[in-house]
Structure formats: structure tokens, C-alpha cells
């Protein structure tokens, strides 16, 4: 049972005013929807695709700064967020407030619970990818890891605000022979 809490500022003098923290209600909305980034993976066609040529430390860099700052001028077009992270940007520097934008725009694009972690915040070991694959586990770090397995296998960047639509347009860019950008 939910116990009844204080309305928030903006809710006071509403008739309809919902009585149930954030949490509560996404995880009602949802309908046991956890393992919808799962499902997506498993039925996603990588097939006949050859993993992309191992790349030097500097394209590395390169790709993952890229999609960092894409993510955070993507954050900073929201004007929920704008002010936010203008001021984080202000006092936190550049890369702690894209690696924030990151992990926002991630949450976000793939509609992860709570208790579910972004691959750019994914705090394993390249090493552990095997031992958690081998147990698929659709509560923990499994789709994560299986994300990231496949983003990195073609060349995208972990930092991608939306891995999805990448790893999409490098699954079509392989298959018309071009590297992924």
C-alpha cells in the first residue's frame, strides 16, 4: 500500500492530483516491461555482419567524444533541461556535464528502469562480458552487456545518446559495405 505524500507545488489546487511517487507510477505504466530493450536484442538481425577492424586508441577517442558532445547539444536543445546543464556546464566543465548528457539521453532512448544501467555507465570489465552472458539474467546488467557487446563489436561508440538508432545505421551502413560513423 502507498502511503500518501505532501503534492508537489505544482500539483497543489488539482482535483486529480496523483498520490503516487514517480517510481510507482512509471512501474505501473509500464506492465512488466522490463525486458523490452532484451527483446529488442534478441530479435535484432547482426547476422552475416563482420565485426568491425579493431580501432586505434585515437579513433576511439575521436568516436566517443563525438557522441558525447552530440548527446549534450541534444540535451541542451531540451528546454526542460537547458538551464540545468548550462549551469552544470558552467561549474562542472565540459566533460563531466556531457558524460551527464550521456547518461540522460541513454536513460531516455531506451526507456530503462530505474535499476537498469546505460552502456556508458556500464562498471564491468570487458573480461566479465562472457561470464554474464553465459547467465541471462533479464533484471540485471545482461542487456546491457549484450548491447554493448554488439555496439562495440560494430564500431559504435558506448557513448551513443541513442544505441539503438546507432547500432541500426551501422547494421544498414555494413551491409551497403561502408564503415559505421
Known amino acids: 500500500?502507498?502511503?500518501?505524500?505532501?503534492?508537489?507545488?505544482?500539483?497543489?489546487?488539482?482535483?486529480?492530483?496523483?498520490?503516487?511517487?514517480?517510481?510507482?507510477?512509471?512501474?505501473?505504466?509500464?506492465?512488466?516491461?522490463?525486458?523490452?530493450?532484451?527483446?529488442?536484442?534478441?530479435?535484432?538481425?547482426?547476422?552475416?555482419?563482420?565485426?568491425?577492424?579493431?580501432?586505434?586508441?585515437?579513433?576511439?577517442?575521436?568516436?566517443?567524444?563525438?557522441?558525447?558532445?552530440?548527446?549534450?547539444?541534444?540535451?541542451?536543445?531540451?528546454?526542460?533541461?537547458?538551464?540545468?546543464?548550462?549551469?552544470?556546464?558552467?561549474?562542472?566543465?565540459?566533460?563531466?556535464?556531457?558524460?551527464?548528457?550521456?547518461?540522460h539521453q541513454q536513460i531516455n532512448s531506451l526507456d530503462l528502469q530505474p535499476w537498469q544501467t546505460p552502456p556508458s555507465m556500464l562498471q564491468c570489465d570487458v573480461e566479465k562480458f562472457d561470464d554474464i552472458l553465459a547467465k541471462p539474467d533479464p533484471i540485471g546488467d545482461y542487456a546491457t552487456v549484450l548491447l554493448t557487446t554488439k555496439l562495440i563489436r560494430l564500431g559504435v561508440s558506448v557513448y551513443s545518446p541513442d544505441p539503438i538508432d546507432a547500432l541500426k545505421k551501422a547494421v544498414k551502413q555494413a551491409r551497403r559495405g561502408r564503415p559505421p560513423r
Not at 8 to 26: D, E, I, L
Not at 60 to 87: I, S, V
Open 1 to 103: 500500500m502507498v502511503t500518501p505524500r505532501k503534492l508537489h507545488p505544482k500539483q497543489r489546487g488539482r482535483k486529480t492530483a496523483n498520490k503516487m511517487p514517480m517510481f510507482v507510477m512509471r512501474q505501473n505504466n509500464k506492465s512488466n516491461d522490463d525486458g523490452k530493450l532484451l527483446k529488442f536484442l534478441e530479435q535484432f538481425d547482426d547476422t552475416g555482419i563482420a565485426p568491425m577492424e579493431q580501432l586505434t586508441d585515437q579513433q576511439m577517442y575521436d568516436m566517443n567524444m563525438a557522441a558525447a558532445e552530440q548527446a549534450l547539444q541534444l540535451t541542451l536543445k531540451d528546454p526542460e533541461q537547458r538551464d540545468h546543464f548550462t549551469k552544470k556546464l558552467r561549474e562542472d566543465g565540459w566533460a563531466e556535464t556531457a558524460l551527464s548528457a550521456v547518461y
